[in-house]
């Protein structure tokens, strides 16, 4: 019989990716003792599993777990068993004295854990006063929390029970099977079993919430979150049931689980689809009818989102995670569409091309990876979450779909869903199933092509009457060279109100697009791909841009900012485009081209002359529709006024208050942060929260900036607090740059400390400092308990800078440090965006800044 034993053995072979299937799970029973006010947690599990052959030990996986014991009940007999953590990623063994004869086993565990600070396993977080906790666990951190096999093609039965002071409300991923009991002076509450799950979507939630509930049809669904929020969250829930019943009608299938719980948190960045109980961080789902229409897009986008996992990704799931594409690529492109389905008033649609576009920034450099990547390294899991998931992914969903058509695409989707329900799938299922539906072998093979490949194609376009030659290479910035690289595209073509689709899969292909006026060359703007065209199409566009819907609209302005990246468009042509534009009925196109411009603005591509210029133009464009709209930054006052104007004005303001016009605007907002931070609430909306806490601390001393972070710190409310430490963050000095990066404050979260960093690089006059403080602490950085969200987004702060010595000192200084960490592709990114950044300066920074010195 072993002794049981926690330590690290480094002499046996540990697997670092996916485990094979000589032990498969059946069934986790979960008895977890959970008190956010302790330290730790503590745990008995039982896992059956089924063994494919006799073995003596069992890889599976547990992580910073003391266990006091292991057991096996094994043909009716019981066996001591011994414990060792083998990496620090969390690969496990447990080993017996005796051979484990093949067949069912029951593996128990007795241990206790602790709760983590930031958003990862089972984390916890003290609000006015109340300890909570929530769990998160994707992708593998619920090892942290439970010995398990933590991958996402074992999906088992859960059942779970917590013990938990009285008084607490306890949330798992499905019903309590009734009220709970009191024993040995802890509330016991015993969830039912839960359908087939991986361990990543698994919930488990404790805290003194409070809730309201609803239902929708004979599912149950509540809303739950913090006390303070008790009043803002019938917005949510009437929300949540819309688009919930609009997702049942897409799947054609009822909501796959036995309840909806929509839990928010104060720590979490984003959202995450647990089964039955999403988890979101509090702003995202904390509002009512009278928020800023970009936090009502924000709430509509990812609540459809999260909820579209329940289907594609919850109900079936990736056998492994390199296609999680499967799950976010096509849950990015559903949460748009069903947003924009659920308040069509709101703009959602726009976003969703917006997205995409800027995934394009990303995919265009040479650093980078497929959609679809092997992963071998469970250390390389989380490189798939970024941009080109999400964005890129998304975009190519949306440009299948848009190829298909509507019922087409859906009827696949369908397919792919029945045939693999309750279990897990891999790209090549759903491929086969679009396949079934597309009428043309060719679509899988272009679908592939995108997935598969990095980088982003330029069609290079010349209309001759009604035929138009297109040749496809890879898009680089100036001074690049594009790699040799063909894509099979699903190309849409338009011509006043014809509409031609094609498969392009030679390098140069000829279409034909009859009827009058210029060619769009991406109908919609739903394609994946850039466009450079000859001098009198490019003029033809900017003319009628006016005339153009919105997503190609934006689709033009993208499309012409990458020709001036690439050193071939003019800031002259991008300035007509946003003369065309300024009063499209969209607002995303509206405002698209003026954004493109202050881009350069922000790099430091643009001098002074140019600036003034820049400012000069937005005055003439901007300066009449401020009369148009008016501003009063009073809470509410433009509350009942259709969504499109309220977010127009938005972009006025953002465009005018650095200008001369926009004196009154900056008086007007200082006034109003005055009176709101004296407890005047009324007097300043949300919506302009971040310029007027801006201006507030501008000409003020560092007292100011003491005590509005004091505020900050104070507060629980979920839109005041990070817009209040965000402008501390971006006060510009050194000096209070110097002061946040080692405040001791218990009221700081860890999760924020990052947000400080990140707002103190945002800025050009203390970046210099900020760099230096990361680079003095990168080793405490990566090290810490959130080391893994801190090596994607550091390099991501690092990338602001513009020249070619900036990206080799950053390669220098930081690249040993990131080697062999999940950043590591993040910051090759960084370096090469810095270095495009300068060789675009050092080949036409002189002639960027004379055509913005010449803009009125």
């Known amino acids: 019989m072993f002794a049981c034993a926690i330590g690290i053995a480094q002499a046996q072979p540990v697997p670092n990716g996916r485990l094979d299937d000589t032990v498969r799970p059946v069934a986790y029973r979960l008895d977890l003792t959970v008190d956010p006010s302790n330290p730790r947690f503590s745990g008995h599990v039982e896992i059956d599993v089924a063994l494919a052959q006799g073995a003596s030990s069992i890889v599976l996986h547990g992580r910073g777990l003391a266990v006091s014991r292991v057991t096996a009940l094994a043909a009716g007999r019981l066996l001591e068993g011994r414990w060792e953590q083998l990496d620090p990623v969390g690969v496990a063994r447990v080993g017996f004295a005796e051979t484990l004869p093949a067949g069912p086993v029951t ?48 999906k088992t039965p859960f059942t779970l029970t917590l013990h938990t002071p009285e008084g607490l409300t306890a949330i798992g991923n499905v019903p309590e099977t009734g009220p709970p009991m009191i024993e040995n002076g802890l509330a016991v509450h015993r969830f039912a079993p839960t359908p087939p799950l991986p361990t990543y979507l698994v919930a488990i939630m404790v805290g003194p919430f409070v809730s309201v509930s609803g239902e929708l049809g004979a599912l149950p669904v509540r809303i739950v979150s913090t006390r303070q929020n008790a009043d803002r969250m019938a917005f949510a829930l009437d929300g949540t049931r819309r688009i919930t019943a609009l997702l049942e009608d897409y799947f054609g299938t009822p909501f796959p689980f036995p309840k909806l719980d929509q839990v928010t948190s104060p720590l979490l960045p984003g959202a995450m689809e647990n089964a039955g109980a999403a988890l979101y961080r509090d702003d995202l789902l904390v509002m009512d009818a009278e928020a800023p229409v970009s936090r009502q897009r924000a709430f509509g986008m990812t609540v459809a989102h999260e909820l579209g996992h329940h289907w594609f990704g919850n109900l079936v799931t990736p056998a492994w995670w390199d296609d999680l594409w499967l799950n976010e690529s096509f849950a990015n492109w559903i949460g748009y569409r069903i947003g924009d389905a659920w308040r069509p008033d709101l703009g959602i649609a726009g976003d969703a091309l917006g997205t995409g576009f800027e995934a394009m920034e990303t995919d265009a450099l040479l650093a980078g990876r497929p959609v679809r990547q092997p992963i071998t390294d469970s250390r390389r899991i989380d490189t798939a979450f970024d941009a080109i998931t999400y964005g890129k992914g998304g975009h190519v969903v949306g440009m299948v779909a848009a190829w298909l058509g509507e019922d087409r695409f859906r009827e696949g989707v369908r397919r792919y869903i029945a045939a693999h329900a309750g279990g897990s799938a891999t790209s090549d299922d759903f491929f086969a199933a679009l396949a079934q539906v597309a009428g043309d072998p060719r679509l899988v093979p272009a679908m592939r092509s995108f997935v598969e490949q990095q980088g982003v194609p330029l069609l290079a376009m010349r209309r001759d009457g009604d035929r138009v030659t297109v040749t496809q290479l890879r898009y680089t910035t100036a001074g690049v060279a594009p790699p040799d690289m063909r894509w099979t595209i699903p190309l849409c073509l338009r011509r006043e109100a014809t509409r031609r689709c094609f498969i392009m899969d030679q390098r140069t292909q000829s279409f034909t697009v009859p009827g009058k006026g210029p060619v769009f060359p991406n109908a919609g703007g739903t394609g994946y791909y850039r466009f450079e065209l000859t ?40 300035a007509r485009l946003e003369r065309k534009l300024i009063h499209h009925a969209d607002p995303h196109a509206a405002d698209a081209a003026d954004k493109a411009l202050s881009k350069l603005v922000r790099e430091n591509i ?106 900050a710190l104070a507060s629980e409310d979920p839109v005041f607090r990070p817009a209040a430490l965000g402008a501390v963050a971006r006060t510009g000095f050194a000096q209070v740059a110097a ?45 810490g308990a959130d080391g893994q969200a801190v090596s994607t987004r550091l390099p991501q702060m690092l990338g602001r800078f513009c020249s070619v010595s900036w990206a080799d000192r950053i390669a220098r200084d930081f690249g040993p440090a990131f080697a062999d960490t999940p950043g590591a592709l993040e910051l090759d990114r960084a370096v090469e965006r810095v270095r495009n950044c300068g060789l675009l300066d050092d080949m036409m920074g002189t002639q960027i800044d004379a055509e913005f010195a010449t803009l009125r």
């Open 535 to 574: 001098a009198g199409h490019w003029q033809e566009l900017i003319a009628g841009a006016d005339r153009l819907p919105g997503g190609e609209a934006l689709a033009l302005v993208d499309s012409l900012w990458a020709s001036i990246r690439a050193g071939r468009g003019t800031i002259g042509e991008m």
């Open 107 to 154: 593996l128990a565990f007795d241990y206790d854990a602790p709760f983590a600070d930031g958003p990862a396993g089972l984390f916890r977080a003290q609000v006015e006063g109340a300890w909570h906790g929530w769990s998160h666990f994707e992708a593998i951190d619920a090892r942290a929390v439970f010995p398990g096999f933590d991958q996402p093609g074992f």
């Open 606 to 711: 643009v001098g002074a002359q140019g600036r003034r210029g820049f400012r000069l133009l937005r005055e003439k464009l901007y300066g009449p529709l401020l009369k148009t709209y008016g501003f009063d930054p009073r809470a509410g006052v433009y509350a009942q006024e259709a969504a499109a104007r309220a977010q127009r004005r938005v972009q006025v303001v953002n465009a005018l208050v650095g200008t001369g016009t926009g004196r009154k605007l900056r008086r007007q907002l200082d006034a109003a942060a005055v009176a709101y931070l004296g407890g005047q609430h009324g007097a300043l909306d949300p919506a302009w929260f971040d310029h007027a806490f801006d201006l507030y601390l501008y000409d003020r001393d560092t007292a100011a900036v003491r005590s509005l972070l004091d505020a």
């Open 739 to 783: 002061w946040l990066l080692v405040l001791d404050d218990p009221r700081l979260r860890e999760t924020e400390r990052r947000d400080l960093l990140d707002g103190i690089m945002a800025r050009s006059s203390s970046r210099e400092y900020g760099y230096g403080w990361a680079l003095a602490h990168v080793a405490a950085l990566l090290g």
